[in-house]
Structures are given as structure tokens and as C-alpha cells.
């Protein structure tokens, strides 16, 4: 058989087709999963990192024994538990990142799907609950033998499923949370201090599913925060309990928030001349229209794929909508230090809730902010383990992404359920922490720990490769709270640089940046401060910001 000119192009395309089908989106697959301990004693499903590098860690009291006793054989008595009156377990830890080590920490009244905000003083101040733990605000201020303290009427409200931000004042603000359309203060300014209500989340409240509870806050540059449930936002001016936007509805006009559950994060802040000329927000995943619903019933919906980026500062903003390279529901976005955005955990169909999840996404994608639309989204290599409802994220100052729980089934189920109980704590290292990446990753040499606005910075570092003193930068990350997919308070911003980076030595340079200048856009406490190299970030560095 002779094949003519036309078949044998034809056949090329055929076979060209089939490999690309069959590569993924994007064949820069990359980044490595570690297994960092098999067994934390419960599950993840609340992280914060603090300024000494060790993460606190709580599920909820009120679900039988964990695999942790508390420390010296104490026991908790509760009479209001729903599982175990008295209970010799621990319900939180605290985790050590150099050491991979924990230790059981005691909280006493339910904090099961609550927030939290770090405190300008580095202790996380956590807010609300379930049960007899509805009320009450928690300080975790970590040391070797610190513990919670609780704070039995310290809301106004039960705050069940809200959301917390810090604010420029370093006071916390609470919104919402299940049937509460209103929010309140954390540390109040008086005792006469009333909760103020939000008609907003009265509008976008879906009676059977609800749809905007942990609603996506982030605090905009100009002081107001920008307000985002179910499927649209608001700029809204909480000292005068007032609306100042509404943003269009997103596309498609599917819920993005729990139990439809996307993501979403407020894109790096460039300062440029004191200022941030544009403040953006992308919001990807969640599941479509009735899935909640349609998941009970036993038919689980496939996952949306769409990702949503608003320009919030622009007069009249528009959605600008792009495709993920598969659907994710339950996914946790959260800022690289090098700007790119991390999408990881969740899975491709159902919703959050117990039992609603299904088919776990076990590859992260990286978003590459600067890349041409259709070539942004890059496919890492997949965990093993399935990460759906109550799995968390966090970032840690070597750059690693630190990833824990996933715990559909009451009574921490591990046997006879689809996905067990999960205790483990896995690390997710993106590409960037390649050893063959050593060469071009700047060590910071500079000791500050405290940085005044709008002051002058000098940061030293190494570089043992060539330095391109072109793509140096510096950036700060805020350490966050995660929990159901969102990380409250996640803020990235890139320093204005003062004069360039100089050399100042063999393999030794300087470069000189300006503290960001204001609490509207860096609330005071602690960051992250890494120098980036050609997209490798060094270690990161604890700064206060005041
Ligand atoms: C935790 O699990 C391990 C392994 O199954 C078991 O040996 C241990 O007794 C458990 N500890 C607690 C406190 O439940
Ligand atoms: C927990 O596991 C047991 C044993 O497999 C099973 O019978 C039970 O229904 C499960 N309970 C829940 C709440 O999932
Ligand atoms: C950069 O600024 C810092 C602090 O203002 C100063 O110490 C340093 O000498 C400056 N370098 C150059 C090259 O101007």
C-alpha cells in the first residue's frame, strides 16, 4: 500500500492529536510530595503558621476520641459534647516545622468550622464555633508549654462558618457565619459595641443551601474590604456600615462559596510610588447551580473549571474568565512567594459537607500570573493521597506548601467509608525548591526583624550563580489562616525597589527596597520577607511590620 501526500499529513495530524490528547494541559509537570508524618493525632482541618515557625492545628471537640491523648494523662469534661462527655484526647496541636515534631494542645469548648486572624503580636486570635463553643474567641500565643486561653463571651454572635480579616487598627473583624447576617469586632472598643447587619448576605443567601457562608473577605488597598458571596461582591466601608460598590455577578452566575465551595485570593500588591494602582482578585472552581442538592441525592456534578480575575480598584470592573485545566471543588488557593498562585486539594466533583465529595484532584496546578492567557496554568505532579472536605494548606517559610486533613465522615471513620479519616501531614514542594535550582536561590544575610512604613530597607543576600540584577525583587507574605478551601488575611506584596541591587561583595549584593506605607496595605504584624531571584524565592524571613 502507497500512501498518498494528503494521507500521510493526515495520519501526522491523527497521531498529533492523539499525543496531545494524552499529554496533560500543560506537560511542565513539576514539583514533589513528601510524607511528613504519617499521623498528627487528628485531623487538619484548621491551620495557622505562626512567627516561630510552628503551626497550630485543630479539627473540633465534639467527635469522639482523636488518635492523641492529651498531655499528663489530663481529660476534658464537657457536658454539652455531642460524643464524649469526658474525653482524654487532644482536638488540636501544635505542629514544629524543623523539628517534624507536634504536641497535643487542650482546647475546651467546640471549635469546629470557626476563623481565626494572627494578631499584630503574633498570637492567633481565633473566633467562634460550634455548640458551647459558638461564642467564644481562643489566643493561641505559641511556646514550648503554651496552650489556648479561652474567652467565653468574647462575640456578640454565634459565628459558625464566618469569616475573619484583620484590619489596618490590628483589631479582627468577623462576617457572617450560618444565619447571621451581620458582623462584629474582635478585640471591642466598648463594652457597648453591638454586632452592625450586612442586608448583603441576606441577598446572596440561598434558604435551602445557603452558598455564602466563609464568604471571601480581603481588605483592599484604600481601606474598604471587598466582600465577595455566593456568586458576586461588594466594596464595602464597615466603620460607616456602608455599601460603596457592587461588583458584577461572575459569569455563569454559579455559587462560589461553601458548600459550593471555590477559592479565591487577593493577587500580589505591586507598590509602585507609594502606591497600588491595581488591586485585583481571582476567584476559581466551586460547584454549579444545585450540586449541593443533587450530591445528597447520590449524583455528584462535575466540578466548574472556570477561574474569575477582577480588577476591584478599576472604576467599572469586568470579570475576565480563563479554564483550569480540570474542575475543582474544595480547592485551596494560596500566594507562592514568588507571586505564582497555587491551586491543591479538593476534588472534580460533588460539593464540601461530610459525604458530598467525590474524585479527588490530586494534581496542584500553578498559576503563572504573567504568562499569556491560555498558557498560565501548569500541571503538577499528583499526591496519592485525596484531600476533599475539611483539608487544609498553608504556606511555611522555606517555601514548601504544607498540606494536612480530609475527614468526610463523623467520628473520625477510618474503616468501611470511601475516604477515610486522614491524619497525615504531607509537603508539597514546588519546583522552584529543585536542587537544580540552588544556583540561581538568594540567602538572605540581613538580621532586621522589624520594618517602619515607608521606610528605606537594605537587604543583603548571596547568590552563588550568576545574579540577573534584573529580575530581583522582594516580597512579603502575610501567614494565614486556612480552612474550608480559603485562607483568611493571604496577602502577597512586591516592594518598590529603592535603588536597584548593588555589589557589595564576591557572590555579595545589596538591595534596597521601601517598607510598603501603609496598615491599608499591609495591616501591622508579622510577614514572610523573601528575595526573589529569577522566579526562585530565597527562605523566607520573619519582619514586623509597624
Ligand atoms: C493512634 O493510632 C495508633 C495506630 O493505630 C494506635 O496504636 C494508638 O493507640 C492511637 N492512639 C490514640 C490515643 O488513640
Ligand atoms: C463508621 O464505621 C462503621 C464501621 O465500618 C460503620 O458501621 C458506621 O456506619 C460508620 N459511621 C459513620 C457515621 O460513618
Ligand atoms: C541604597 O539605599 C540604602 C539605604 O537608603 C543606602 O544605604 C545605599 O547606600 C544605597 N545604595 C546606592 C547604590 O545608592
Keep these: 500500500m502507497t500512501l498518498s501526500p494528503s494521507d500521510i499529513s493526515f495520519h501526522l495530524l491523527l497521531f498529533l492529536i492523539l499525543i496531545l490528547h494524552h499529554l496533560p494541559p500543560s506537560s511542565a509537570a513539576g514539583g514533589h510530595w513528601s510524607l511528613l508524618l504519617p499521623a498528627i493525632g487528628i485531623t487538619a482541618m484548621h491551620m495557622q503558621l505562626l512567627p516561630n515557625d ?139 459595641e453591638k454586632a452592625r447587619s450586612l442586608p448583603f448576605l441576606v441577598q446572596t443567601y440561598d434558604q435551602q443551601i445557603e452558598n455564602n457562608l466563609y464568604p471571601f473577605v480581603f481588605l483592599h488597598t484604600d481601606g474598604n474590604l471587598f466582600i465577595f458571596a455566593n456568586n458576586r461582591a461588594i466594596l464595602f466601608d464597615y466603620s460607616m456600615n456602608q455599601v460603596l460598590k457592587t461588583y458584577p455577578q461572575v459569569p455563569g452566575g454559579d455559587p462560589r462559596n461553601y458548600p459550593s465551595t471555590g477559592s479565591a485570593v487577593l ?122 472536605y475539611h483539608s487544609t494548606a498553608v504556606l511555611v517559610r522555606d517555601g514548601r506548601v504544607l498540606v494536612g486533613g480530609s475527614n468526610p465522615h463523623e467520628c473520625y471513620n477510618f474503616t468501611n467509608v470511601l475516604y477515610p479519616t486522614e491524619l497525615s501531614l504531607e509537603a508539597f514542594s514546588p519546583s522552584y525548591l529543585d536542587p537544580t535550582a540552588n544556583g540561581l536561590r538568594p540567602k538572605i544575610l540581613s538580621t532586621m526583624t522589624r520594618i517602619q512604613y515607608g521606610k528605606k530597607v537594605v537587604i543583603q543576600f548571596t547568590v552563588q550563580d550568576q545574579l540577573d540584577r534584573n529580575s530581583v525583587s522582594v516580597t512579603m507574605v502575610s501567614p494565614s489562616f486556612n480552612t474550608h478551601s480559603f485562607s483568611m488575611n493571604q496577602r502577597l506584596l512586591v516592594l518598590e525597589g ?32 523573601f528575595v526573589v531571584h529569577q522566579d526562585i524565592p530565597s527562605e523566607g524571613v520573619w519582619i514586623h511590620v509597624e
Excluded at 467527635?63 to 454539652?80: H, M, P, V
Excluded at 447551580?289 to 466548574?304: C, E, M, V
Excluded at 504573567?370 to 501548569?378: D, K, L, M, V
Excluded at 564576591?506 to 514572610?528: D, F, Q, W
Design 54 to 192: 510552628r503551626l497550630v492545628i485543630f479539627d473540633r471537640t465534639d467527635f469522639g476520641a482523636s488518635n492523641i491523648s492529651l498531655a499528663d494523662g489530663k481529660c476534658r469534661t464537657d457536658q454539652n459534647d455531642m460524643a464524649l462527655k469526658l474525653d482524654c484526647t487532644a482536638h488540636s496541636v501544635e505542629y514544629d516545622v524543623s523539628a517534624n515534631s507536634i504536641r497535643p494542645l487542650t482546647v475546651l469548648t467546640d471549635v469546629w468550622c470557626s476563623a481565626g486572624s494572627l494578631a499584630p503580636d503574633g498570637s492567633l486570635v481565633q473566633t467562634g464555633g460550634f455548640n458551647d463553643g459558638d461564642h467564644v474567641v481562643r489566643v493561641y500565643r505559641s511556646c514550648d508549654k503554651c496552650d489556648w486561653q479561652e474567652i467565653p463571651f468574647g462575640l456578640i454572635q454565634r459565628r459558625w462558618y464566618a469569616t475573619s480579616h484583620i484590619l489596618p487598627d490590628g483589631r479582627q473583624i468577623i462576617i457572617g457565619g450560618r444565619r447571621q447576617f451581620n458582623y462584629e469586632f474582635y478585640p471591642k472598643r466598648s463594652s457597648s
Design 267 to 388: 493577587l500580589p500588591l505591586r507598590i509602585v510610588q507609594g502606591i497600588v494602582a491595581v488591586v485585583e482578585v481571582m476567584v476559581c472552581g466551586g460547584a454549579p447551580k444545585g450540586a449541593h442538592l443533587n450530591a445528597k441525592n447520590g449524583k455528584f456534578d462535575g466540578a466548574l473549571n472556570t477561574c474569575g480575575r477582577i480588577k476591584i480598584s478599576d472604576p467599572n470592573p469586568e470579570w475576565v474568565m480563563e479554564s483550569m485545566p480540570m474542575g475543582r471543588v474544595m480547592g485551596d488557593m494560596l500566594l507562592l512567594p514568588n507571586g505564582d498562585v497555587l491551586l491543591i486539594n479538593g476534588g472534580s466533583s460533588g460539593t464540601a459537607g461530610w459525604e458530598n465529595g467525590r474524585d479527588p484532584v490530586l494534581e496542584p496546578v500553578i498559576y503563572k500570573l504573567n504568562y499569556p492567557i491560555g498558557s498560565r496554568f501548569e500541571v503538577q505532579n499528583p499526591s496519592t493521597v485525596p484531600r476533599m
Design 498 to 529: 529603592s535603588n536597584g541591587t548593588k555589589v557589595v561583595g564576591r557572590l555579595k549584593y545589596e538591595v534596597g527596597v521601601t517598607a510598603p506605607p501603609s496598615g491599608e496595605i499591609a495591616p501591622t504584624g508579622y510577614y514572610l520577607l
